[in-house]
């Protein structure tokens, strides 16, 4: 029996839990329109005895699947055949002992680890999802992907599309809210980039529309294929952590696509008595899209069983669209309305005990600030989850001796203009790219000493300030 032979998708709403083959290409639920998993039959799937098995892959680096990130774990994710697997050495990430964050969190020392999934091949934490999404593109013969994108997914698309040359890459982005850095490397990898009028949503909804009408692959994150590579993220981190469990997982919430697929890891890992616990979950939104956060703390929608209240979302929604209210935040990979993975993302919560923050600019911009001096820099959008940690710790919910890891989900170079008119000395600069967005001060501004070309004045300005 082939290991595929054990997995479908599947509905997640429990009344309908309606299955489909491995090999359609689906965004919903033909049935219900719900959202869809891959599932397992673990009980006919080879299964690790503890995850301390996947060790033996480390010596083994010749071998494309077992240098990966994503593939050495496999048998977590045994959703296509191996031999049909795409890989380019993703999910070669770092789990960091961060104490200097840690001090600006609030956490004890030695207690906040920064999980920086900038290391990847396209600089965030989208690849480990592409691979597997793109694997499975590949083994149902599909001949072009595409995606909406608010820069991460498209440039990650694009790059799987160049390397493996498998596939030809569409990418759909909004008008203006794109950063340099992620659109560059769509360019560069020769992705055909349609930028549409309008934001992420339109994208998303146009995207859909086009990839039906014309059968091309769909890798946005409702594709439930890229959140099984993304379950990876937790594995690496238990990994790294010696195979323990944190106390808390903390992690920006955009599509919801990462929160849901941690949430799926932790789920299975527990299903299958590889873990003895899950740890707490927390999605932090910004203030500026904060869709979640008002669903979950304002309106108290909850995954209750599967039976989620769409008639709050739906109002919701409704009032949403009715003022014209649209998300706007500096930190542009969540500036999302509706996040695609709202139901999915319910369920991790339930899962693991979460709560839901939203963060303001001003926060996410001081928290990168931190970030970066600390020694690894991180986009906007991932400095959310440590902006998210500090509030959660000053309110006394995260324990200041409790294990945390945030998660850093984007390069410090996606987003440099953002940094720039941060650290800049220029007021005006700071004011156009960043006064529009309710930031009023940089609080750890590293700023540029300004000299004449004179070699006096060099010695005297290093002297005064270095
Ligand atoms: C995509 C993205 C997010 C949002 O992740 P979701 O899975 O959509 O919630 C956050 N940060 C960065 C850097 C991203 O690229
Ligand atoms: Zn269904």
């Given at each position: 029996?082939?290991a595929?032979d ?6 997640i709403?429990?009344?309908c ?11 919903a639920c ?20 503890t995850?301390a098995?996947f060790e033996k892959?480390?010596?083994r680096r010749a ?18 055949p191996r031999?049909r697997v ?7 990430t ?6 200097r ?11 906040l ?5 900038g290391?990847?091949p396209?600089?965030s ?5 592409m691979?597997?999404?793109?694997t499975?593109?590949?083994w149902?013969?599909?001949?072009r992907?595409a995606?909406?994108s ?13 390397v493996s040359r ?11 809210k ?8 769509a ?10 009028a ?15 009408q014309?059968?091309i ?6 594709n ?15 990994e ?12 920006p ?8 697929a941690?949430?799926?890891?932790f ?5 299958l ?6 740890p ?7 203030t500026?899209?904060?869709?979640l956060?008002?669903l979950?703390?304002?309106?108290g ?11 709050k979302?739906?109002a919701?929604?409704a009032?949403?669209?009715?003022h ?5 935040t ?8 509706r996040?695609?993975n709202?139901?999915k993302c ?7 005990n979460?709560?839901v ?23 906007p ?9 500090k509030?959660?710790?000053a309110e006394g919910?995260?324990?200041r001796d ?9 390069h410090?170079?996606?987003d440099?203009?953002a940094?720039?008119a941060?650290?800049t ?15 009023k001060?940089?609080?750890?501004a ?16 290093i002297?005064?300030?270095?």
């Amino acid at each position: 029996m082939s290991a595929t032979d054990a997995a479908c998708q599947q509905c997640i709403r429990p009344d309908c839990g309606q299955r489909y083959a491995l090999g359609e290409a689906l965004v919903a639920c033909a049935a219900c329109g719900g959202l869809l998993d891959v599932a397992y039959d673990w009980n006919r799937l080879p299964v690790p005895k503890t995850l301390a098995d996947f060790e033996k892959f480390w010596s083994r680096r010749a071998d494309p699947l077992a240098f990966s990130g994503v593939w050495r774990f496999y048998d977590l994710l045994p959703f296509a055949p191996r031999d049909r697997v795409v890989t380019i050495g993703e999910g070669q990430t770092l789990l960091q002992r961060a104490d200097r964050v840690a001090n600006y969190v609030g956490s004890n020392p030695g207690r906040l680890y920064l999980q920086y999934e900038g290391m990847n091949p396209s600089g965030s934490f989208k690849d480990n999802g592409m691979s597997a999404a793109f694997t499975h593109a590949h083994w149902i013969g599909a001949r072009r992907a595409a995606c909406a994108s608010t820069g991460n997914t498209s440039a990650s698309l694009a790059l799987y599309s160049c390397v493996s040359r498998l596939m030809q890459a569409v990418i759909f982005i909004g008008s203006g809210k794109i950063s340099y850095g992620k659109l560059s490397q769509a360019l560069d990898y020769g992705a055909l980039t349609v930028q549409i009028a309008g934001d992420f949503d339109d994208a998303m909804q146009r995207v859909k529309e086009v990839s039906q009408q014309l059968g091309i692959y769909l890798v946005n994150s409702v594709n439930p294929f890229r959140l099984e590579g993304q379950k990876t993220i937790m594995f690496r981190v238990l990994e790294a952590l010696g195979w323990e469990v944190p106390d808390w997982i903390v992690v920006p919430g955009g599509n919801l696509g990462n929160s849901s697929a941690f949430g799926k890891a932790f789920a299975e890992l527990k299903q299958l008595g590889l873990i003895d616990r899950v740890p707490r979950l927390a999605v932090i939104n910004a203030t500026g899209a904060n869709t979640l956060h008002g669903l979950y703390n304002g309106q108290g929608v909850r995954w209750n069983d599967g039976r989620i209240d769409q008639n709050k979302i739906a109002a919701f929604y409704a009032e949403m669209d009715e003022h014209k209210r649209r998300a706007s935040t500096i930190a542009s990979a969540i500036e999302i309305n509706r996040p695609v993975n709202l139901d999915k993302c319910l369920r991790a919560l339930a899962v693991c005990n979460g709560v839901v923050r939203e963060t303001t600019d001003q926060e996410i911009l001081d928290a990168k600030a931190q970030v970066g001096a600390g020694g690894l820099g991180c986009e906007p959008a991932s400095a959310a989850s440590v902006a998210g940690a500090k509030q959660l710790v000053a309110e006394g919910v995260i324990g200041r001796d409790e294990r945390v890891v945030c998660i850093l989900t984007g390069h410090q170079l996606k987003d440099p203009t953002a940094t720039v008119a941060y650290h800049t000395t220029d007021q005006e600069q700071f004011n156009k790219v960043l006064g529009a967005r309710g930031v009023k001060r940089a609080s750890f501004a590293n700023r540029a000493v300004a000299v004449s070309n004179d070699l006096d004045e060099i010695v005297r300005a290093i002297q005064l300030y270095g």
